[in-house]
C-alpha cells in the first residue's frame, strides 16, 4: 500500500467533485485539514500553503462510499476474510466506511464481540468499521440479544443478515425496542417454509440444471410483513439486498404511506441474472439468489427512482475449497467491495441511473440509514473522500484482489471506473499504484 505524505492539510485540485448531500456537481478544489473538510470552492480559489496537493484533473471526487452490508468475518472466520483484509478490500475500492455484519464467530450478540470489532478495525487504521449486533441471541431467532450493551459498545444497527427472523413475534420486539436507540433493523427476507431445500432461483433455469428452486415469493411474502410490522410499530426498518420486481413494488407503496422503511441492492442482483448460474457456476450461488431479467431490470428501475436507496454489496468471503464443491454444497455469497463502484458506473452508461443517483446510493443514503456522520463533504465533516476514474478500465483478476477470498462470479470481466485515491479522516490511506 502506497500513502502520499501527511502534513495535516490536503488540497485536491482540479476534479468533478460530486456530493449528493448538498447537491453539489462542479469542477472545484477540496481543502482537507486536521482530518476534516474545510472548504471546497472554485479552482484556484483556496489559499492552502504548505499543503500537500493532489491533482484530481479528469477524475471524480466524492464522498467517500459507504457500504452497509459487509461480511468482515473475524473473529472466528478468519480463513475467509479479516477485518485487515477486508479494509484494505474497501478502500481498493473507495470504500471508507464499513457496517460489518454479525454471523462471526462468536456472534456479535454481545458487547464484548463488539469491542473487539470496534478496537481492532481501529488498529489496522484502513476503513471505519461500524459494527452491526445481532438480532437474536446466537442468530437463532429466539431471544432478543442485548442490544443496549451493544449499543454502548458502538453498534450502529441489527440484523440476523445470513437468517430470516422467522418469528414475527421477535421481530416485532426488535422494532419496538431499538426504537429507545433510534437504529434500524436490517432484515434478511427469506421465508424458509417456502424456500427450504432451494438453491436458485425457482424458474427455468433451475429445472434446466435439476436444482431445487427458491420461489421469488419467498422473499417479498416476509417483505410484506415486515413492512406491516414497521407500519405497526413506528420502528425503522432497511431491507437487505432487494432481489424480486414484487418486493419493489412493496417497498415503494409503503414509502408512499410513509412507513419508515429503507432498502438497498446489491450491484450483482442489477447485473446478472439466474442465467449466470447455467453451468452450475458456485460463483454465482448466493441469497437471495439471481433472480429473472425482469426482476433485474425492476431493482434497477427501484435504485434509478430512489425505492431502493442505498447499493450496498453484501460482500461476503468464502475461501475456495467451499465454493470448489458441488453447487448444492457450496456455500452461498460473493465478495463485491472491490467491483461495485464500476458494476454501478455500468447503469449510467446505459441510462438506466444518473451518476448522482448512483453516488448518492453510496454515500449520503447509507450513512443516514445508518446515523453516522459520514458521506458528505460539507464544511466540517470529516474528511472521507474518494477519488475515481470514470473511463479506466481495468480487468477483474483473482490474483489482484485485495480480499483474502476470491469468490467472484465477475472474474476476467472487463470493467471500467476505477478508484485511484482512499482518504479516510484526511489521511491517504490506499493510492493506485498505476
Known amino acids: 500500500m502506497e500513502r502520499a505524505p501527511h502534513s495535516g492539510r490536503l488540497l485536491i485540485e482540479g476534479g468533478r467533485v460530486i456530493d449528493p448531500a448538498s447537491a453539489f456537481d462542479g469542477t472545484a478544489d477540496v481543502f482537507i485539514e486536521d482530518g476534516a473538510i474545510?472548504?471546497?470552492?472554485?479552482?484556484?480559489?483556496?489559499?492552502?500553503?504548505?499543503?500537500?496537493?493532489?491533482?484530481?484533473?479528469?477524475?471524480?471526487?466524492?464522498?467517500?462510499?459507504?457500504?452497509?452490508?459487509v461480511h468482515l468475518r473475524e473473529p472466528g472466520y478468519e480463513y475467509k476474510e479479516t477485518i485487515a483484509s477486508g479494509c484494505m478490500a474497501a478502500v481498493v475500492g473507495g470504500v471508507t466506511s464499513v457496517g460489518c455484519m454479525a454471523n462471526t464467530n462468536p456472534v456479535n450478540d454481545n458487547s464484548a464481540v463488539t469491542k473487539y470489532i470496534v478496537d481492532r478495525a481501529e488498529a489496522v487504521g484502513l476503513a471505519n468499521v461500524f459494527p452491526i449486533g445481532a438480532v437474536s441471541v446466537g442468530l437463532k431467532g429466539e431471544a432478543?440479544?442485548?442490544?443496549?450493551?451493544?449499543?454502548?459498545?458502538?453498534?450502529?444497527?441489527?440484523?440476523?443478515?445470513?437468517?430470516?427472523v422467522m418469528d414475527s413475534g421477535l421481530m416485532r420486539r426488535a422494532l419496538e425496542y431499538t426504537k429507545i436507540f433510534?437504529?434500524?433493523?436490517?432484515?434478511?427476507?427469506?421465508?424458509?417454509?417456502?424456500?427450504?431445500?432451494?438453491?436458485?432461483?425457482?424458474?427455468?433455469?433451475?429445472?434446466?440444471?435439476?436444482?431445487?428452486?427458491?420461489?421469488?415469493?419467498?422473499?417479498?411474502?416476509?417483505?410484506?410483513?415486515?413492512?406491516?410490522?414497521?407500519?405497526?410499530?413506528?420502528?425503522?426498518?432497511?431491507?437487505?439486498?432487494?432481489?424480486?420486481?414484487?418486493?419493489?413494488?412493496?417497498?415503494?407503496?409503503?414509502?408512499?404511506?410513509?412507513?419508515?422503511v429503507t432498502a438497498e441492492v446489491s450491484p450483482h442482483h442489477f447485473t446478472l441474472d439466474e442465467t449466470a448460474v447455467l453451468g452450475y457456476n458456485t460463483n454465482a450461488k448466493m441469497k437471495p439468489p439471481l433472480r429473472t431479467a425482469r426482476d433485474v431490470q425492476a431493482v434497477r428501475q427501484g435504485l434509478a427512482d430512489g425505492t431502493l436507496d442505498t447499493i450496498a454489496t453484501d460482500h461476503a468471503p468464502h475461501h475456495r475449497d467451499e465454493k470448489a464443491v458441488?453447487?448444492?454444497?457450496?456455500?452461498?455469497?460473493?465478495?463485491?467491495?472491490?467491483t461495485?463502484?464500476?458494476?454501478?458506473?455500468?447503469?449510467?452508461?446505459?441510462?438506466?441511473?444518473?451518476?448522482?443517483?448512483?453516488?448518492?446510493?453510496?454515500?449520503?443514503?447509507?450513512?443516514?440509514?445508518?446515523?453516522?456522520?459520514?458521506?458528505?463533504?460539507?464544511?466540517?465533516?470529516?474528511?472521507?473522500?474518494?477519488?475515481?476514474?470514470?473511463?479506466?478500465?481495468?480487468?477483474?483478476?483473482?490474483?489482484?484482489?485485495?480480499?483474502?477470498?476470491?469468490?467472484?462470479?465477475?472474474?476476467?470481466?472487463?470493467?471500467?471506473?476505477k478508484v485511484v485515491r482512499t482518504i479516510v479522516g484526511g489521511r491517504s490511506v490506499w493510492e493506485d499504484p498505476e
Not at 42 to 58: L, V
Not at 144 to 164: C, N, Q
Open 38 to 69: 474545510v472548504s471546497v470552492d472554485k479552482p484556484g480559489s483556496i489559499g492552502a500553503e504548505g499543503a500537500d496537493r493532489i491533482d484530481a484533473a479528469g477524475k471524480i471526487v466524492s464522498p467517500g462510499f459507504v457500504d452497509m452490508h
Open 182 to 260: 433510534d437504529i434500524c433493523v436490517i432484515a434478511h427476507e427469506e421465508d424458509t417454509q417456502l424456500c427450504c431445500g432451494g438453491v436458485m432461483n425457482e424458474g427455468v433455469a433451475a429445472v434446466e440444471m435439476g436444482l431445487p428452486g427458491m420461489p421469488s415469493a419467498g422473499e417479498t411474502a416476509m417483505v410484506a410483513r415486515d413492512v406491516e410490522l414497521a407500519r405497526f410499530t413506528g420502528g425503522r426498518l432497511h431491507i437487505a439486498h432487494v432481489s424480486t420486481a414484487e418486493s419493489v413494488e412493496i417497498i415503494r407503496h409503503a414509502k408512499d404511506r410513509g412507513i419508515s
Open 144 to 164: 432478543l440479544s442485548e442490544v443496549g450493551e451493544m449499543f454502548e459498545a458502538g453498534i450502529v444497527a441489527i440484523s440476523d443478515d445470513g437468517m430470516p
Open 326 to 338: 458441488q453447487f448444492d454444497a457450496a456455500a452461498v455469497g460473493i465478495i463485491g467491495l472491490e
Open 340 to 417: 461495485s463502484l464500476s458494476l454501478s458506473l455500468e447503469l449510467v452508461r446505459k441510462g438506466d441511473a444518473s451518476l448522482g443517483r448512483i453516488l448518492e446510493a453510496m454515500t449520503i443514503a447509507p450513512a443516514r440509514n445508518l446515523g453516522i456522520d459520514r458521506g458528505t463533504l460539507a464544511k466540517g465533516a470529516v474528511a472521507d473522500v474518494t477519488i475515481f476514474d470514470p473511463d479506466r478500465e481495468w480487468t477483474v483478476k483473482a490474483d489482484e484482489i485485495a480480499s483474502k477470498s476470491h469468490n467472484t462470479p465477475f472474474e476476467g470481466r472487463v470493467l471500467k471506473g
